[in-house]
Every structure is written in structure tokens, then in C-alpha cells.
């Protein structure tokens, strides 16, 4: 459970990070790829 809340964390910080960002950095769908691959996990 514990590791579940550390990615729901991760995810919550890039989160803020894209709305912060207006959805218009890039970088950012890279981050994304990477947090859709870890949910699949869960």
C-alpha cells in the first residue's frame, strides 16, 4: 500500500506540474508515459 501511495503522490506533483503549464510543456508527456506505465502495474 505503501508504494501505491508514493506513485498517487508522484502523480498528484505532475499534475500540478501540467495544469501549471496549461498543458502547453511538452516535456511533460514523457512524465506521463511514465506514470501510465506504473498505474498499469497497480
Request: overall charge negative.
Amino acid at each position: 500500500m505503501d508504494s501505491y501511495e508514493s506513485f498517487i503522490n508522484e502523480y498528484i506533483t505532475f499534475m500540478k506540474k501540467y495544469k501549471a503549464s496549461n498543458g502547453t510543456d511538452m516535456s511533460l508527456i514523457s512524465d506521463y508515459a511514465k506514470y501510465m506505465s506504473k498505474y498499469a502495474e497497480f
